[in-house]
Structure formats: C-alpha cells, structure tokens
C-alpha cells in the first residue's frame, strides 16, 4: 500500500467481504484491534460503499484487548471503536460485547468475557506495535505461551498499565486473522514478524504470521519477498 488512505481503502473492502461472505451461512464473529492504525480503516469501512456490503443486523461484534481504564476514557479501545465506527453503522447494541476492564477483579472480567467468546472467531483484527505486541501479547510476557484459558488480565505497555487480551488460544482459533501495520517505525519488526526466524517470545506478531496483512509501503520497507 502507498500510504494511509490506500491502506484504508484496501482493508475496508477485504473486511466487508470477509464479513459478507462469514454472515452468508448465519451470524458472523468479529474482534476489532485498539490502537491508531486501525482507526481509519474503521471510518472508511463505515462509509459507502463498504458500509451496505456489510451484513451489520448479522454481526458479533467482540475484542482483542482493552486497557483497564472506563469505556468513556479517551485510551478505551471500546471508545475510538465507537466513535470510528460502532456509532456510525446499524450494528445491533446488544451484539457488541465489549471487554470490562474497569472492573476492579480482572480475573473475574477475563474469566466472563471467555464465556462470551464463540469456540472460533470469523475475523480478528490485530494492530501490531514497534515491540511487535499484538493485542496485549507484549514481547516475553507469559501469556504468550497460555494454551488453556482464551481471555488474561495482563499488565503491560508504555505506560506499565493493567489491561485484558486474548490470548494465543484465539488467535490459533480464528478462521481470519487480518494483521493492520503503518509506518517505517513498524519496518524493523514487520520483517522480523514475517521473515524473520519463528521466535513468538520475541516478536509476538509472529502469532499471526499465516493471516493477512495489509500494510503501508514504509511498513514493508525492510521486506526482502524471503519468508524465515
């Protein structure tokens, strides 16, 4: 992709499609990604063309993480997600499961947001960060290696702050993953996740390694076309 708004455009028309085509048999399952890079791709996803591609009266709309802050907080994933694009398209409210992390027992938040979850999601949607986290899956935490429970309370990021993820598990689990990154900051890390030796401690993005990427041209800057 050439810059921010091919980005956009591009992974807005791949989502409606993926939602259109999991919706075709039933109810489609999607988990949004936090973070900047996805924000554009949500407002264009809820404009024309791609917002009467999808099939919104059939969604689940869930989580990847969240921060351990209030939904009204200006750092809720749940709150750019809204204002981006859950507020602008017909989705029903009951079908947006949000991640409450403002809860004071996050054992007890993830644990119910678990039961929530479907066995398999159809789309995940995961940002990656600088230090190659996805989600809230940071490089050397111990949820990396979680093979068992599907939802942790983790503490990490700048600033060091408490917050929900899914785990591994998940992300194993999804039928798509689609992986968004922008930015020559990210080109170091894009070719470490994609090229580089399998070292998912290190660079958890690489977790999502076999689904779809869709980046900007400075993001694969450092892309050789040699898988690791």
Same mark, same amino acid.
């Given at each position: 992709m050439a810059d921010a708004a091919e980005l956009a455009e591009t992974a807005a028309g791949w989502i409606a499609t993926a939602l259109a085509e999991?919706?075709?048999?039933?109810?489609?399952?999607?988990a949004l990604a936090g973070g900047s890079t996805p924000q554009p791709v949500y407002r264009r996803l809820a404009e024309p063309p791609y917002a009467g591609q999808?099939?919104?009266?059939?969604?689940?709309?869930?989580?990847?993480?969240?921060?351990a802050v209030p939904p009204q907080h200006p750092e809720s994933n749940f709150r750019t997600a809204f204002e981006s694009l859950l507020g602008r398209v017909p989705v029903r409210r009951q079908r947006v499961h949000r991640m409450e992390a403002e809860q004071r027992d996050l054992e007890t938040a993830a644990r119910a947001?678990?039961?929530?979850l479907p066995a398999s999601l159809d789309l995940l949607l995961l940002g990656m960060g600088a230090d190659g986290h996805i989600a809230s899956l940071f490089p050397y935490a111990?949820?990396?290696?979680?093979?068992? !429970? !599907?939802?942790?309370?983790?503490? *990490? *990021?700048?600033?060091?702050?408490?917050?929900? @993820?899914? @785990?591994?598990?998940?992300?194993d689990a999804t039928r798509r993953v689609l992986v968004?990154?922008?930015?020559?900051?990210?080109?170091?890390?894009?070719?470490?996740?994609?090229? *580089?030796?399998?070292?998912p401690a290190l660079t958890p993005g690489q977790l999502a390694r076999q689904g779809t990427?869709?980046?900007? !041209?400075?993001?694969a800057g450092r892309l050789t076309g040699t898988p690791g």
């Open positions: 999991a919706a075709a048999s039933g109810i489609a399952t999607m999808v099939p919104w009266d059939r969604l689940e709309v869930y989580f990847g993480d969240e921060r947001y678990a039961t929530l111990p949820a990396l290696t979680e093979r068992r !429970r !599907r939802v942790l309370a983790v503490t *990490g *990021g700048e600033p060091l702050i408490q917050r929900l @993820t899914v @785990t591994p598990v998940v992300i968004l990154v922008a930015g020559a900051d990210k080109a170091a890390v894009v070719a470490r996740a994609l090229e *580089g030796p399998y070292h990427w869709i980046m900007d !041209r400075a993001a």
